[in-house]
């Protein structure tokens, strides 16, 4: 059974930086597709960063900003988080699919940012930050 558990959500202030990470179980690791969403009330979810073996993505609004990593000795996903601004104000998620999920144009592959590929999801880490 897989199992993802968030973890490092806080309160900060705009500018400062957090990580949040997510535990995983259950998932041949180094196969996998994995991810960060994130969601406020009454928005709709929005990936933020992905990553496979071979490549990550982000979202436009935190390029530069975040960065997606994983270890896989510990099966663990991490969000290092620089630069806050009120805007990353949401509840965090993080999801893994069971396998390669990636979209290439022109022969470079990105790994996906859509909801829909993922198969596994925590339960959700809060991040607030306060101007």
């Known amino acids: 059974q897989v199992q993802l558990v968030e973890s490092g959500g806080g309160s900060v202030q705009a500018g400062e930086s957090l990580r949040i990470s997510c535990a995983a179980s259950?998932?041949?690791?180094?196969?996998?597709?994995m991810a960060w969403f994130r969601q406020t009330p009454g928005k709709e979810r929005e990936g933020v960063a992905s990553?496979?073996?071979?490549?990550?993505t982000y979202t436009d609004s935190v390029k530069g900003r975040f960065t997606i990593s994983k270890d896989n000795a510990k099966n663990t996903l991490y969000l290092q988080m620089n630069s806050l601004k009120p805007d990353d104000t949401a509840m965090y998620y993080c999801?893994?699919?069971?396998?390669?999920?990636?979209?290439?144009?022109?022969?470079?592959?990105?790994?996906?940012?859509?909801?829909?590929?993922?198969?596994?999801w925590g339960q959700g880490t809060q991040v607030t930050v306060s101007s």
């Open positions: 999801a893994a699919a069971a396998g390669l999920r990636t979209y290439c144009r022109g022969g470079l592959c990105s790994a996906s940012l859509k909801g829909s590929d993922f198969d596994y």
């Open positions: 990553i496979t073996e071979s490549s990550t």
């Open positions: 259950g998932l041949t690791y180094g196969g996998t597709t």
